[in-house]
C-alpha cells in the first residue's frame, strides 16, 4: 500500500482507469436474453419449445466438444436465451388464453371479480373538435373470476391482467353522491383492493403489453367492494395520503412534486407540469428510481465503498448497529420502499437496481458494477419479460450504463482541462446520460431536448435533500403531523426548484427541435451523437471553441427577441394583430402598447399560445376574451396567463359546456383575476385600441349552443378595422345583421373568418364584411374539413386575401388603414 501511494500515478482501487478492462462477459447473456424476451412474447408456444430446445441442444454440444476460447461464452448466450424463451413463452400465453382474452374477441358483456394491481389514475385531457373529451379513470387490475352476461352465471376462475375503464358516470363502489365525488372515491382505492364490477370487454387497443382485455366498467349494476386491501398496503395507503396532507399547505408545483419525487405519486401533476418536465427530459424525477433507494441507503449506511470498514459512516455504526444489523435493516427499508412506492414492474425494477448497484459500490471497485448492472437486467427479464419491452426499463438500464461506463471517462477528460472536480463530475454523468437515452427519447416523443443537460445539471443538488426530506416527512406523518408540515415545508424548497427549472427550461422558444419518432430516427439521432462526441474530443483542446459553440447553443435555445425578429423577420416590427398557430382552434392577439396585448381565446393547448406570446413579446394583457367555453377556445388559458400579469377574464354569459366554464372559474380564482361578462354595446380602449362588442345581445333569447353564444367584436386600430366573428354560425350571424348597428360591419380590412372557416356561414354577413383580408384558424389535416370549400369560395369571389393558419402558419398584421394606409400580412 505504501508503494501504491508513493506513486504518483496511482489513483485509487475504484478509479476506473487504475483497474483494467471494463468485465463485459455478462453482457452479452444479458442482451440476448432481452432481446428474445421481447422477440418472442407473441409466438406460439410450440415455436418457442422447439427454440429453447435447440439452443440446449447446441449449448450441450458445444460444452462436450474440446476447450476453446469462445465456448463457455457462446454456450452462456444459448443457455439464457434458451430461458428467456421459456420464460417468455409462458408469460404470453398466459395473456393470451383463457375466459378473458376469448370473451373480448367477442366484445362481451361479463361479470368479473378484479383485484387492483397498482393505483387508479384520471386519464389525460384530450380536446377532440370543439369539445374536451371526459376525463375517466384507468387502473391496472387482475381478473380472478369471470361471468357471461350481466349477472355473471356460474363462471370461471382465472388470472388475466386487464386495463379498467371506468366513466366519469360510473359510481365508486359504496360511493353516493355527485360525479366529482365518486371519482375522487375511485382514486383513493388502493392496490390488492378486490371489486365485483360488470362491464363489457375488449381486445386492448395496442398490441405488445401485458393487458389481456380492456374492461369498461357500467353503471349498472354499481361496483361493489368484494374483499379490501391487504395489510402492507393499507399501511402503504396511509403512509402515502400522510405525505399528501403533509404537503397541502406547499405552493402547487411543490405539493404536486413532491409526494411523486418520494413515492412515485404523481396524482397532482398537471398535464401542464407533466409536459414540462417531458419536454426538459427530467421525467425521471416523476417516477421512483433507482437513485432514490441509493439515496436512502446511503443515509443509513454512509459511502458504500466504506460500508465494510471501521470508520464507516452513515446513522446505522451512529446508532452502533453492527454490519449484519445494519444489512439486515436496510433490507428491511428496501423492502418498505417496495411496498409504499407500490410493487409494480418500475418500482421493482428501481429496488433491483439501486439494491445491486450499492452492493457493488460496497466493494469499492467500479469493474464489479457493470457485471452487476447485467445481473440485475438479465435477473429480471426472466423474471417478468414483459419487461423487455418496456420503454422505462431501456432508459433506467441505459441511463445506469452510461454512468458507468462513459460518465467516469468524460469526467476525467473535464479534469484534465481544468473544470472543478464536482462540476466535471455532474457534467459528464447529466451529458452521458442524455447522450446514450436520447435515441429513445426520441422514438417516444418525436422531440430531441436542447435543455435537457442544463437541467439536470441545475436540479441535480436539489433532488437529493427533497428525497430524504420528503421520506422524513413521509415517516413523521402518523406520529407527528406538525413535524411532518415542518418536514415537508423544507423539502418544497428543493421540490419548487425542480419544477422551476423543468417550467423555465420548457418554456424556452428553442427548448427542443422536431425529430422523427421512429427506430431509424433513433438510429440516425445515435450516430449523429457519436459524431458529436468525437468531434467533442477535439474541441476540448479549444476552450474558445467550446465557448464561442456554447454561446450559440444559448442563443439558439432562449432565442432573444430582437435576434430573433433580425434573423426571421417575426414578428414583424409595429404588428397590429396576430393569429397564433395553436392547431384546431383560435387564439389572436391585438397590440395594446410595448409589451401589452389583448387576447382573444387561447386555444387548445397551453403549450402553443404561451409560445406564440412569448414570441411576440406579451408580458402585460390588461383584457383576456373567451368568445365562449368550448375547449378549442379556453383550453390552453392557463398558457396564456402563465408568468404574465393579467387585468381581467371576459366571456360570454352561456355557461356552457359546463365543465369548461368552471375550468375558466378555476383557473381565473386561483391567480385572483377578476371575470366579467361582455353584452353587445360595451365599448372599451387599451392604448391604441378601441373595440366594440357586437354580441351577444343583452336580450337574446337562449341560443342554439355555445357557437352562437360567441363574443364578436368590431376593432379599430391605427385606422384599421377588423371583425372578429368567434364561432358565430348563420342563425346569429343573421340576427347579427338585424341589430341597429349592422352597418358599421361593412367594408372591414379584417375578418377573423367565424368556426375555422366552416361551411356554416351566413353568404349576406360575408357580402356586407367584404373584408380585404380573410384570416381562418384551423389545425392541419384537421378531420372537419376545415375550411370549407365554399367558404373560401364566397370569400374570395368578394376580393378578400384568404390566408390559414394550417398552411401558412401564425399570421401578423402590420401598417394602417385609411385611403393612404398599407397593410400587410406577414407569415411566421
Not at 419536454?279 to 460500508?307: E, K
Not at 422531440?447 to 426530506?469: G, H, I
Not at 423555465?504 to 458529436?532: E, F, H, K, R, Y
Request: aromatic residues 4%; hydrophobic residues 50%; contains cysteine.
Amino acid at each position: 500500500m505504501t508503494a501504491e501511494l508513493d506513486d504518483p500515478d496511482w489513483k485509487g482501487d475504484s478509479h476506473p482507469r487504475q483497474e483494467g478492462p471494463v468485465d463485459l462477459r455478462l453482457v452479452g447473456p444479458a442482451l440476448a436474453a432481452w432481446a428474445t424476451a421481447a422477440l418472442v412474447l407473441d409466438i406460439p408456444l410450440g415455436w418457442i419449445l422447439g427454440i429453447a430446445g435447440a439452443c440446449l441442444v447446441v449449448g450441450a454440444a458445444l460444452l462436450r466438444v474440446r476447450p476453446g476460447r469462445y465456448r463457455a461464452p457462446v454456450a452462456a448466450v444459448l443457455l439464457c436465451v434458451a430461458a428467456a424463451a421459456v420464460s417468455a413463452g409462458l408469460h404470453g400465453a398466459d395473456v393470451r388464453r383463457g375466459p378473458v382474452p376469448e370473451a373480448a374477441r367477442r366484445f362481451g358483456t361479463v361479470a368479473a371479480e378484479v383485484e387492483l394491481t397498482g393505483d387508479p389514475w384520471l386519464s389525460k385531457p384530450r380536446v377532440r373538435g370543439d369539445h374536451a373529451a371526459p376525463v375517466g379513470v384507468l387502473a391496472r387490475g387482475e381478473v380472478r373470476w369471470v361471468g357471461e352476461g350481466a349477472g355473471g352465471g356460474e363462471g370461471a376462475r382465472t388470472r388475466s391482467p386487464v386495463l379498467l375503464v371506468v366513466d366519469a358516470d360510473v359510481p365508486a363502489p359504496g360511493a353516493r353522491g355527485a360525479r366529482a365525488d365518486a371519482r375522487a372515491a375511485w382514486l383513493r382505492l388502493l392496490p390488492s383492493t378486490r371489486l365485483r364490477v360488470t362491464g363489457r370487454l375488449a381486445p386492448p387497443t395496442s398490441g405488445g403489453d401485458r393487458t389481456a382485455a380492456v374492461l369498461r366498467v357500467r353503471s349498472w349494476p354499481p361496483p361493489e367492494v368484494v374483499a379490501g386491501p391487504s395489510a402492507p398496503q393499507r399501511l402503504a395507503g396511509r403512509l402515502r395520503a400522510g405525505l399528501r396532507e403533509a404537503t397541502e399547505e406547499l405552493s402547487q408545483d411543490a405539493r404536486a412534486l413532491l409526494p411523486g419525487l418520494v413515492v412515485g405519486d404523481t396524482s397532482r401533476i398537471t398535464p401542464e407540469l407533466d409536459d414540462a418536465f417531458k419536454a426538459t427530459d427530467l421525467a425521471h424525477t416523476l417516477a421512483v428510481s433507482g437513485s432514490n433507494l441509493t439515496i436512502l441507503l446511503a443515509l443509513l449506511i454512509g459511502p458504500p465503498g466504506m460500508a465494510g470498514l471501521a470508520e464507516r459512516r452513515g446513522i446505522a455504526p451512529f446508532l452502533g448497529l453492527s454490519l449484519r444489523a445494519t444489512a439486515l435493516l436496510a433490507g428491511a427499508l428496501t423492502l418498505a420502499f417496495v411496498i409504499v412506492c407500490r410493487p409494480d414492474p418500475s418500482v421493482l425494477r428501481a429496488a433491483a437496481c439501486g439494491s445491486v448497484a450499492l452492493l457493488a459500490l460496497a466493494t469499492g471497485r467500479r469493474r464489479s458494477l457493470v457485471p452487476a448492472l447485467a445481473t440485475a437486467a438479465l435477473l429480471l427479464v426472466l423474471y417478468d419479460p414483459w419487461l423487455s419491452r418496456s420503454y422505462g426499463f431501456v432508459l433506467s438500464v441505459l441511463a445506469t450504463g452510461a454512468l458507468l461506463l462513459l460518465a467516469p471517462r468524460w469526467s476525467e477528460a473535464l479534469l484534465r482541462r481544468g473544470v472543478p472536480a464536482r462540476l466535471a463530475e455532474a457534467l459528464a454523468a447529466a451529458a452521458a446520460a442524455q447522450a446514450v437515452c436520447a435515441p429513445v427519447v426520441a422514438v417516444l416523443s418525436a422531440r430531441v431536448s436542447l435543455v435537457a443537460v442544463p437541467c439536470n445539471l441545475l436540479v441535480e443538488l436539489a433532488v437529493a435533500p427533497a428525497t430524504v426530506l420528503g421520506f422524513a416527512a413521509l415517516a413523521a406523518a402518523p406520529v407527528s403531523m406538525p413535524l411532518a408540515k415542518l418536514l415537508a415545508w423544507c423539502a418544497g424548497w428543493p421540490a419548487g426548484w425542480i419544477a422551476t427549472v423543468a417550467r423555465t427550461g420548457a418554456a424556452q422558444p428553442g427548448a427542443g427541435v422536431d425529430w422523427p419518432g421512429s427506430w431509424p430516427g433513433a438510429l440516425l439521432l445515435a450516430a449523429v451523437t457519436v459524431i458529436l462526441v468525437l468531434a467533442g474530443r477535439r474541441l476540448l483542446r479549444h476552450p474558445w471553441w467550446c465557448g464561442a459553440l456554447a454561446l450559440l447553443l444559448l442563443l439558439v435555445v432562449v432565442r432573444p427577441a430582437p435576434l430573433t425578429r433580425a434573423v426571421t423577420g417575426w414578428p414583424p416590427p409595429d404588428w397590429r394583430f396576430a393569429m397564433c398557430d395553436v392547431g384546431q382552434g383560435d387564439a389572436t392577439v391585438l397590440a395594446a402598447g410595448a409589451g401589452a396585448g389583448v387576447v382573444v381565446d387561447a386555444g387548445p393547448d397551453p403549450a402553443p399560445v404561451d409560445r406564440c406570446l412569448r414570441e411576440l413579446g406579451i408580458t402585460r394583457i390588461p383584457l383576456v376574451v373567451l368568445t365562449h367555453f368550448h375547449a378549442d377556445h379556453v383550453g390552453g388559458l392557463s398558457g396564456v396567463l402563465r408568468g404574465r400579469s393579467v387585468g381581467a377574464i371576459e366571456t360570454t354569459g352561456l355557461a356552457e359546456p359546463a365543465d369548461q366554464a368552471e375550468s375558466v372559474r378555476r383557473e381565473a380564482a386561483a391567480r385572483h383575476i377578476p371575470l366579467t361578462t361582455a353584452a353587445a354595446g360595451e365599448e372599451r380602449r387599451a392604448g391604441p385600441l378601441a373595440w366594440r362588442v357586437l354580441w351577444p345581445q343583452a336580450d337574446q333569447v337562449a341560443p342554439d349552443g355555445p357557437n352562437d353564444a360567441s363574443i364578436t367584436l368590431l376593432v379599430h386600430t391605427a385606422g384599421l378595422r377588423l371583425l372578429l366573428l368567434g364561432d358565430l354560425e348563420p342563425p346569429a350571424q343573421r340576427e347579427l345583421l338585424r341589430t341597429p348597428r349592422a352597418a358599421d360591419l361593412a367594408r372591414v380590412d379584417v375578418l377573423k373568418v367565424a368556426h375555422h372557416g366552416s361551411a356554416y356561414q351566413d353568404p349576406d354577413l360575408i357580402r356586407l364584411a367584404a373584408p380585404r383580408v380573410a384570416l381562418i384558424s384551423c389545425g392541419t389535416d384537421n378531420p372537419y374539413g376545415h375550411p370549407a370549400p365554399s367558404t373560401l369560395a364566397a370569400l374570395r369571389s368578394g376580393g378578400a386575401t384568404v390566408l390559414r393558419t394550417d398552411r401558412d402558419g401564425a399570421l401578423a398584421l402590420t401598417g394602417t388603414g385609411g385611403p393612404h394606409g398599407g397593410m400587410r400580412v406577414m407569415r411566421d
